[in-house]
Nanobody, 123 residues
Framework: VQLQASEGGLVQAGGSLRLSCSAS????????IAWFRQAPGKEREFVAR????????SYADSVKGRFSISRDDAKNLVYLQMNSLKPEDTAVYYC?????????????????WGQGTLVTVSS
C-alpha cells in the first residue's frame, strides 16, 4: 500500500491542525493505521493508532486528550486531528500502515509509510 500524507504547516501554540493520509489501491479498514513523529535529533515515536476493522484507538501519553485519530471509510482517508498544540509537538509526522492485527506502537511493526510532513508549532 502506498500512503500519502497531507501537508503539515506552521501553527501557534494552542492552535489546531488536521493531517490526513490517503492510500492508493487499498482499503484502510483492512489495515492497522498509525501516526508517528520524529523531532530533530530524536528517534521516531508513536503518536496514535487505529485498529483494522473496528475503530479502536490508542495514543501516546504525550498527546492523549489533545490528538484524535479517525478513519473515513467512504473517502478512504485517515485523519490526525491535533488540538492544543505545543512547541514540543514540532516534528515530522508520518502515517504508517500494516495488515497485521498485532502492529502496535513500534515503528518496526509497520511495512508501509507515507512521506512525512512537517508540523511546526511556534511558542
Amino acid at each position: 500500500v502506498q500512503l500519502q500524507a497531507s501537508e503539515g504547516g506552521l501553527v501557534q501554540a494552542g492552535g489546531s491542525l488536521r493531517l490526513s493520509c490517503s492510500a492508493s489501491g487499498r482499503t484502510f479498514s483492512n489495515y492497522v493505521i498509525a501516526w508517528f513523529r520524529q523531532a530533530p535529533g530524536k528517534e521516531r515515536e508513536f503518536v496514535a493508532r487505529l485498529s483494522k476493522g473496528p475503530r479502536i484507538t490508542s495514543y501516546a501519553d504525550s498527546v492523549k486528550g489533545r490528538f484524535s485519530i479517525s478513519r473515513d471509510d467512504a473517502k478512504n482517508l485517515v485523519y490526525l486531528q491535533m488540538n492544543s498544540l505545543k512547541p514540543e509537538d514540532t516534528a515530522v509526522y508520518y502515517c504508517a500502515a500494516d495488515s497485521s492485527f498485532s502492529a502496535g506502537v513500534s515503528y518496526h511493526q509497520y511495512a508501509a509509510w507515507g512521506q512525512g510532513t512537517l508540523v511546526t508549532v511556534s511558542s
